[in-house]
């Protein structure tokens, strides 16, 4: 059963253009949410996180909005740049709980 | 810097083998976790450790083993090798549970 749910394997942006995210969640337990971006050959890195208390949180370029009555968060970025072609993982932890649960990827890859 | 170190980072083993893959943070985090990365189910818990002499099976556990004899370290034990274990795998760890994991480079495990 996946409990985190990323439902787009690819994402195709023109660099300049906005990329949208998205997220999609199934425990309604979940109440602390952080997207993770991967390069090939290296580990995830963390990129930016949010708690069930907010509906929004900004860092630089990168924005995440969330949801909590669609149990559905997203990741903006903008402008999108060509670094920013990576994949991007969403994970979810519960209170309590010490372990993330993550997504399936979305593979983001901006045009020039 | 404090870091993460995987090794190796590639390996090939054949099937019936068993092999250990090595995790080693400096950050002095309680909490280490081993992942698998496989295209279409992101990214798997595979076992996970709170503390010293502390482990807990994650979501795909089985056929795969890990200690904690110390804070450092949370080798990555696979009894008897299988093609089904062919795998990214990634070690992580955090300071805290709902905060962001750290994690390692990746050991790129090859059955055959």
């Known amino acids: 059963d996946q409990q985190v749910k990323q439902n787009s394997p690819s994402l195709s942006v023109q660099e300049g253009r906005i990329s949208i995210l998205n997220c999609d969640y199934t425990?309604?337990?979940?109440?602390?949410f952080l997207w993770y971006k991967k390069y090939p050959a290296e580990g995830p890195t963390f990129l930016i996180s949010?708690?069930?208390?907010?509906d929004k949180n900004e860092d630089g370029r990168f924005t995440v909005f969330l949801n909590k009555s669609a149990k559905h968060l997203s990741l903006h970025i903008v402008p999108s740049q060509p670094g920013d072609s990576a994949v991007y993982f969403c994970?979810?932890?519960?209170?309590?709980?010490?372990?993330?649960?993550f997504g399936q990827g979305t593979r983001l890859t901006i045009n020039p | 810097d404090a870091e993460i170190t995987q090794s190796p980072r590639h390996k090939i083993t054949e099937t019936g083998r068993q092999v250990t893959l090595a995790c080693h943070q400096t950050?002095?985090?309680?909490?280490m976790f081993w992942y698998r990365q496989d295209l279409g189910h992101g990214l798997r818990l595979i076992h996970y450790?709170?503390?010293?002499?502390?482990?807990n099976k994650g979501e795909v556990s089985d056929g795969y083993s890990v200690s904690r004899s110390n804070t450092e370290d949370l080798p990555l034990t696979l009894e008897s090798a299988a093609s089904s274990q062919t795998s990214v795998y990634f070690c992580?760890?955090?300071?805290?549970?709902?905060?962001?994991?750290?994690f390692g480079q990746g050991t790129r495990l090859t059955v055959v």
């Open positions: 992580a760890s955090s300071e805290r549970a709902r905060g962001k994991a750290f």
């Open positions: 450790s709170y503390g010293v002499q502390d482990t």
């Open positions: 949010i708690s069930s208390i907010k």
């Open positions: 994970a979810a932890i519960g209170q309590g709980a010490q372990k993330l649960v």
């Open positions: 425990n309604s337990m979940f109440d602390y």
């Open positions: 950050w002095n985090h309680n909490n």
